[in-house]
């Protein structure tokens, strides 16, 4: 028996909608000059669990240092270059702003702005110079990792 021309239409849409299996390729070609290059998905998953088993293991093994600090308008702290640090975070204490900068001494109109309460962690881990200022005297934390070599 033959299906009216709207029914099936309503079908041959119902049935587009359905989730049907893509054809994944297993492996993708990465061209690059003079170089063709073989990615296999899997192989990432084997390279993020193999980076993050070794930055867990980085981690484990560092000493954390706790600094707490005062500042003031006349002062600048600097928390000098280090390769092996492994781990920062800067917490504002006090009532008054403090300003953040990397390997450049900061001040109101080019630093990174740390207000009252606040806290940084970047997700990337500075190696540089840090110098912290501000225009009022205030207090914070200094929270850091050094890799034990």
Known sequence: ?????????????RDSMRLKPRAVPQQVAVAQPNTVQVFDPQML????STMERHLSALRRQATFLSQ???????????????????YFLIQNTGANSMFIGFDFQPTATNGLNLVAGAFAEPYQVPTNDIWLSCTLA????????????
């Open 68 to 86: 707490p600090f005062t500042t003031d308008p006349t002062k600048s702290i600097l928390l000098r270059e280090r390769e092996n640090r492994t």
């Open 138 to 149: 205030t207090t914070g934390i200094l929270i850091y990792a050094i890799g034990n070599d």
């Open 45 to 48: 998953n084997v390279f993020t």
């Open 1 to 13: 028996m033959a299906l009216p021309n709207d029914i099936r239409q309503q079908q041959i849409i």
